[in-house]
């Protein structure tokens, strides 16, 4: 029997069949035949569809099914392809290559098809490198200098009136009571030069200059530099 494209007839059939979702004709058609990977159609088609990017589809598919996240496609897939590693995607249907996102500096990303970068450089760590794919990015600040957030693409110096003599430090040493020091980036306790003078004190630790030394209060005396408190005056003695 004579049947139009998108239908078929059987042997010894009177009738025409429509063909399935996923299958095609031609006109005069004894069968209907499976859309490629790639393709699709709907019930009844003469011919199948070409998937756009960001979907695929298998063989004798009637529809064309999204791209997950962490994956990618252009027209006419019959698979996603992978985020390679130290890329990333968050989001479905991507088109290309071009849409996986790199890892910002500081984080990495050693899966592939990833959606999110998880690895983050540990604190006293950093890494300037943006698309890094492995923690071996991740490098030890230097001497003078800390970070205390996780995923830093830097390291900032130590501030004035504290030290680092570390590598990879995540907080920097306070120069101690007594003690200052103007200097940033430090790396040794020997910077916290500035002190005290005599008939002064002070508690403060981390200091930046000597606005923090006090006077010594009344009865009472500092014949010392880098004194963290000032004794008594001896009995009959007052401060001169």
Known sequence: ?????????GEASSVCATCAAGTYSG???GSCLPCAAGKYSSAGSSECLTCVAGKYSEEASG????????????DGASTCSLCEAGKYSASTGRTSILTCGKC???????????????????????????GASSVETC??????????????SVCSPCVSGKYSGLFGASTCLNCGAGKFSASTGATSEATCSG????????????????????????????PLTTQTSCPLCDSGRSEE
């Not at 029997?1 to 007839?9: D, F, I, T």
């Not at 490098?139 to 830093?152: F, N």
């Open 139 to 152: 490098v030890d600040c230097l001497s003078g200098k800390m970070t205390a957030t996780p995923g830093s």
């Open 27 to 29: 006109d005069n058609a």
């Open 63 to 74: 529809t064309c099914t999204t791209c997950a996240a962490g994956t990618y496609s252009g």
């Open 195 to 222: 002190l005290c003078s005599t008939g002064k004190y002070s508690t403060t630790s981390g200091a930046a200059d000597a606005s923090v030394c006090q006077d010594c209060p009344a009865g009472k005396y500092n």
């Open 1 to 9: 029997m004579a049947c139009l494209a998108g239908n078929y007839s």
């Open 104 to 130: 910002a500096a500081g984080n990495y990303s050693s899966a592939l098809g990833a959606t999110a970068c998880a690895g983050s450089c540990a604190a006293g760590k950093y890494s300037a490198a943006s």
